[in-house]
């Protein structure tokens, strides 16, 4: 590795075969933790390619995302942590606050300086010691003067004040043919930070998924 090179852009290297990059960083202790997601829409064809997503067995992107980022840490000398496998679960939310790079939207639901409300965490690779983060951003909300977020839930669901989750289901459940089901969450494609992020087969799966989970 050149010495040259911070840790987290080598860390987004090796990331980038498997369709995902480094979303922040934060400093914990003596530790520091690189927060991982999907490279926007590199992520979907080289998920598709998968076992994970070919076998037909339960939570394939999860666990795509273990195999995946266990492998790295183990060339890479760290440790992987998830969002998924609690209880206990680990505070990812708090952690993408204070990596100065995700942002509270005016719906609730974080934002991402780039990925604008298509952000979700895989995981986290956790390095001994202080090493260079990515540098802080400005939240695009308060640029966007327009937001169209608050007005984009066909149900009345997810607006500034509350997200109603049983409402949401309760609307898919008698919408399934509707463009959330088909295209993915309205809230989220309307962001104009978020445009071509995410392919709308994507936003099908993980709607299908969040669909599915409720109704167990």
């Known amino acids: 590795m050149d010495p040259e090179t911070p840790l987290w852009q080598t860390l987004d ?19 520091t933790l690189y927060l991982i997601g999907p490279d926007g829409a590199q992520f979907w064809p080289v998920f ?3 076992t994970e997503y070919l076998d037909n067995a339960p939570d394939p992107v999860d666990r795509y995302s273990t195999r995946t980022l266990t492998a ?4 890479s000398g760290s440790k992987a942590l998830f969002p998924f496998g609690g209880p ?7 952690w993408a606050l204070r990596s100065n790079r995700c ?6 639901l974080l934002v991402h300086a780039e990925l604008g409300l298509f952000t979700s ?4 690779l956790r390095f001994k010691g202080q090493h260079a983060l990515p540098s802080p951003v400005p939240n695009p909300c308060n640029e966007c003067e327009a937001k169209p977020c608050l007005l984009a839930c066909p149900a009345d669901a997810l607006n500034q004040t509350h997200y109603d989750v049983a409402l949401c289901h ?3 459940d008698t919408k399934r043919e509707g463009s959330c089901m088909a295209r993915g969450c309205a809230v989220r494609r309307t962001c104009p930070v978020g445009q071509g992020q995410r392919p709308e087969a994507q936003s099908a799966f993980h709607m299908g998924y969040f669909h599915k989970r409720a109704a167990q």
Not at 22 to 27: A, H, K, P, S, V
Not at 72 to 75: F, R, T
Not at 121 to 124: D, L, Q
């Open 170 to 172: 309760e609307f898919l």
């Open 121 to 124: 965490f895989r995981g986290a």
């Open 48 to 50: 598709q390619a998968s």
């Open 13 to 31: 290297q090796r990331l980038n075969p498997a369709g995902m990059r480094i979303l922040g960083g934060l400093w914990e202790a003596d530790s």
């Open 88 to 94: 206990p679960y680990q505070p990812f939310i708090e």
């Open 72 to 75: 790295i840490a183990a060339k």
């Open 103 to 108: 942002f509270q939207s005016p719906v609730q």
